[in-house]
């Protein structure tokens, strides 16, 4: 099956600085999300990008399809922004399935 | 607009017993999909309901079950628990079936077995 690979798997910041976390995917997918993993668990959605770049806030997320990786930035890092990163894809081949494959997520730390 | 609900948030059981756990998907969502989330594992598909049917399983075992009623909402149940089972379950709902639309997740039932 189709294969997704975060990295860095951690990183440690101070407050304020920019970072860029990585997916890559293994397959073409239809779908692809980013998602915040607050403290108690549940995932929050940060971006919904199968191809091209979005922005929110302090957040932005680039995904080329075509080399199978996408991008998530960070810029002017909070202490709130800490917490897992998970990217996950739908695979090109399911059709008609709900089904999102995981990486294994970044942990990012911001220290104040 | 209300988000995905999930019941119960924690529960506890024993080694042997079962369990059933529910998923109230974002309102005029019809897919609803199950996901385990374990720390030696991470996140993996369970299975996933639309129109009541389920239309795609994951690698479980057979005692991992689930349905989803005319009204959306949807139900897990694992029998026989074992001590592996402890860990992260969550819901997810989307307005789209098939594969586009976007997911999104409830804040989990966390399940113990002792």
């Known amino acids: 099956g189709i294969q997704v690979e975060q990295s860095p798997p951690d990183l440690i910041l101070q407050e304020g600085a920019n970072s860029t976390l990585r997916c890559n995917f293994s397959?073409?997918?239809?779908?692809l999300q980013w998602f915040h993993q607050n403290p108690w668990g549940q995932l929050i959605n940060l971006f919904y990008?199968?191809?091209g770049t979005k922005q929110n806030g302090r957040l932005s997320a680039t995904t080329v399809a075509t080399e199978r990786y996408s991008l998530l930035y960070v810029s002017s890092s909070q202490t709130t922004d800490s917490g897992v990163y998970f990217c996950?894809?739908?695979?090109?081949?399911?059709?008609?399935?709900?089904?999102?494959?995981f990486g294994q997520g970044t942990r990012l730390t911001i220290n104040p | 607009k209300a988000g995905v609900t999930q019941t119960p948030r924690y529960l506890i059981k024993t080694r042997g017993q079962q369990v059933t756990l529910s998923c109230s998907p974002i309102?005029?969502?019809?897919?609803v999909s199950w996901y385990q989330q374990t720390p030696g594992q991470g996140l993996q598909f369970l299975f996933e309901y639309f129109s009541e049917t389920q239309r795609n399983k994951g690698n479980f075992p057979g005692r991992f079950s689930g349905r989803q009623f005319s009204n959306s909402r949807s139900e897990m149940n694992v029998s026989t628990l074992e001590l592996g089972d402890s860990a992260l379950y969550l819901c997810?709902?989307?307005?789209?079936?098939?594969?586009?639309?976007?997911?999104?997740f409830g804040e989990g039932s966390r399940l113990t077995v002792l």
């Open positions: 990008i199968p191809s």
């Open positions: 397959d073409s997918v239809n779908n």
């Open positions: 996950a894809v739908r695979p090109f081949i399911i059709q008609g399935a709900q089904k999102l494959v």
């Open positions: 997810a709902s989307s307005s789209l079936a098939g594969s586009t639309g976007e997911l999104f």
């Open positions: 309102s005029g969502h019809r897919s």
